[in-house]
Every structure is written in C-alpha cells, then in structure tokens.
C-alpha cells in the first residue's frame, strides 16, 4: 500500500512537470520569433512560422490523440507524447547546427514535431492528474495545481530566453537558446523513464457503441458547441498573439516601429502576461463557485476590448514604469523599474482576462452534450491550432500597418467571444436526445 502511495506521487510529481512542459514549449515558439527574424532576416509573420508549426499540429493530431488514447490507454499514450516531445526539441537544437541555408526549415520541423508532443500530452495529462488525485473535488485541485505550475512556466520561457540573448538583438542566433533546449530535452528524459517505471491507474472509459464519426456529427447538431468550437480557436489566437506580437514590438528598433527595448527587458515585460494569467486563473478557481462561467466570459471579453483599444490609440511615446529585470551597464543583471511605452501595459494586463477564457468556453459549449461530451472534447483540440494562425495573421499586418494596428485582429477576436458570452453559448438543441 505504501509502495503504491509512493509510486502515484511520484507520478502526480511527473505530471505536474509535464503540464508545466506544455507551457515551457509552447512559449518558446513566441520569443524564438525575435531570434528567427534577425538570424534569416525574415518579416514578422515569418518569424511566427514557428508558433504555427506548434500549433497547426493541433490540427492535425487532435483527432488521432484521442483515437490513440482509446488503443493503447494514458501511461502508453503519455510515454508516447514525451518522446515525441525530446525528439521536437532535439530537431530544433540541431537547427542551430544546420547550415545557414537548412536552419530556417529545420527549425520549423522541430516546432511542428514539439506541436504533435503537446497535443498528447494536453489529451492526457488532464485526465491523469484527475484520476491520481482521486476525482470529484480532490481531482479537480491537483489539475489546478498543475494548471498553476503551467501558468508558471509560461512566464518564465520568454524572461529566460530574454536573458540569453541579452545584448544585441540584432545579433541573435538559435544557438543561444542551448539552455533552454537542453532543460526541455533533460525534462522530457526524465519524465519518460519516470513513467516507464512507475505503475499508473489508467482512468475508466465509458464505452460507446456508435463510432466516433457518428459522436463528432451529433456534437455538431449542437449550435452553441460550434459557436465554441470557434471560440476556443478565436482564443488560442488572442493568449498568444497578444504577448508574441509585443514581444516582437518591443525589441525592434524605433526606426522599424518598435520601442528599441533590450530583448531582457521585453522578457520580463512578456512574462508579466503571463504571470497575470496565473493571478488570473487562482482568482478564478477561488470564485468559480460564486460566479457563472457565462459571466466571467463576459466580463473579461468586454474588458479585454477596453484594454487593447487603450492600448492601439495610446501613443507609443508615452511611457510608463514596470518592474523588471534588465542589464546593466557592466553586464549585469540587476531587478528594478524600467520605461516601456504604455501600450505595453495595457496589453500586459489583457493576461488577466484571457486566464480563465478556456475554462469558460469549455464549459458553456459541452453543456448538455451527454454523450457527445468525448468527441466535442477531440474537436476542440483540434481547433487549438487557432494559437498558430492567428498570430501569423497578426505577424503580417504589424508588417504592413505597423505594430499597434495589427491588434484590431485581437479587437475581432474578443468581439466574437464577447458575442459568444452574451448569446452563442445558450443552448437551442434541447430537443436532441444525448443519453
């Protein structure tokens, strides 16, 4: 008894890592986007090449995940997604061997190879977690501690890749981003021997006697899923391309339309997002009892519009103090107020109401689904992809009408999930039976 107590919180451990891992990278793809504009001196959208690679295999695997999943169970699966993911981060650190001619489209592959790692690990982590912490209330903390920890993770990627390529952006190259690679890489190692070892409960599965094309067809009877399908995929394309796009921003020269701010500095701005997603996401599960997920759509859309609307018809010369960790004059790295212009702010602060987006949509499009719930679950994961898409859009209009400008795609975005709030997540297809 005691050996199994010991063997699941080893396990819970691993799989607080790897929902911390999906953060790690996944954020990467963001601020390698600086890294890959100056190296192959590429325009904005091509630098988010590598976030769509990322993400558009959430297109791709989302289905097959959960068909995978169905085969072979969640420690297979698991095992499965974390060697993936070594090889994803591995291809990336040899782009950095590459020649210059190769390096761009070797890159790429390891982001994409990365993207097919997350989306399993997304499948199953969940579930897992649930299931060792013992389902119903106690399940539900331990997802949300891992929730917490992959909030943490995401803040620190863009401040650690910030403080690698401290000094000349200009002059930044994939190699410099050894570090983080090689954490990643010893991560991924660690946690597939963990779990070849480590004896797991798999969670029970509700069988089905209609096949999963006939499920997927009957969730899309269902109005307000589909209305979330495209939510979620809406945004995806907002917690992403808000901090990518301003961490491009922020780092290139004035004379190009950016603020001219060292990439350590525009780290930390970044990661603040990020941090304030967490903030975010502890508040909301504090209040979630309290509060209708309808609501909190709903509030946080319409407050996120005010804050990028600030931030576009803010003057990028006007500029505000935040705490950060910037080099000094010698070389050093030293914490305290920096300048950065106060369309940083306000986009900064949009991580508070994109926090707990995910938790809501999904909750209000899956509602009275019954047992269409698994195969909507395996649609949504599909549209994830909209984290790639999205931002590579936004990429191309900060080239052709500036940076600050690009955020009308986000203006869009949020329109339609406050839309989705207000009157697409009600349910009209009460009358299709889902027992």
Not at 124 to 148: D, H, W
Not at 334 to 344: D, H, I, W, Y
Request: charged residues 5%; positive net charge.
């Amino acid at each position: 008894m005691t050996q199994q107590k010991n063997g699941n919180i080893i396990a819970i451990i691993t799989m607080i890592f790897l929902f911390g891992m999906i953060a790690f990278v996944t954020n990467l793809a963001a601020p390698m986007g600086i890294v890959l504009k100056n190296q192959f001196s590429v325009s904005n959208a091509l630098g988010m090449l590598g976030n769509l690679g990322n993400f558009i295999a959430y297109a791709v695997m989302g289905i097959p995940s959960g068909i995978l999943l169905t085969k072979v169970g969640y420690k297979k699966t698991a095992l499965i997604a974390v060697a993936i993911g070594f090889i994803g981060v591995g291809v990336q650190y040899l782009s950095g061997h590459a020649s210059p001619s190769s390096a761009f489209a070797v890159y790429l592959c390891g982001a994409f190879i990365s993207g097919f790692s997350m989306c399993l690990l997304n499948t199953v982590v969940n579930p897992m977690l649930n299931k060792l912490g013992g389902e119903g209330n106690k399940g539900n903390q331990l997802i949300q501690v891992g929730g917490s920890f992959n909030s943490v993770m995401a803040t620190i990627t863009p401040m650690f890749v910030g403080i690698l390529i401290a000094g000349s952006v200009e002059k930044a190259t994939i190699s410099q981003i050894f570090p983080v690679m090689y954490t990643a890489m010893a991560v991924f190692a660690f946690a597939f021997f963990v779990l070849l070892f480590v004896n797991i409960p798999e969670p029970s599965q509700t069988k089905s006697s209609e096949s999963i094309g006939t499920l997927m067809k009957g969730a899309l009877k269902f109005r307000h899923f589909v209305l979330g399908a495209i939510a979620i995929f809406v945004y995806v394309g907002v917690e992403v391309g808000v901090p990518g796009t301003l961490n491009l921003f922020l780092t290139d020269p004035i004379e190009k339309g950016g603020a001219g701010i060292s990439s350590t500095i525009s780290g930390f701005v970044v990661g603040t997002y990020w941090l304030l997603m967490l903030v975010g996401r502890l508040a909301g599960a504090s209040l979630g009892a309290k509060i209708s997920s309808r609501t909190m759509m709903i509030f946080t859309s319409g407050l996120g519009l005010i804050l990028v609307l600030l931030a576009i018809f803010s003057s990028t010369s006007t500029l505000v103090n935040l705490p950060v960790l910037q080099q000094s004059a010698t070389g050093g790295l030293s914490f305290g107020m920096a300048e950065v212009p106060v369309n940083a702010m306000y986009l900064v602060l949009v991580g508070i109401c994109t926090s707990i987006m995910w938790g809501g949509i999904f909750n209000l499009a899956v509602e009275g689904l019954g047992k269409y719930l698994a195969a909507a679950s395996g649609l949504f994961m599909v549209l994830v992809c909209g984290g790639g898409i999205l931002p590579v859009i936004q990429g191309w209009l900060a080239d052709v009408a500036g940076f600050m400008n690009s955020y009308w795609v986000i203006i869009i975005a949020l329109a339609y999930l406050l839309y989705y709030g207000l009157v697409g997540c009600k349910n009209v297809n009460k009358d299709i039976p889902v027992d």
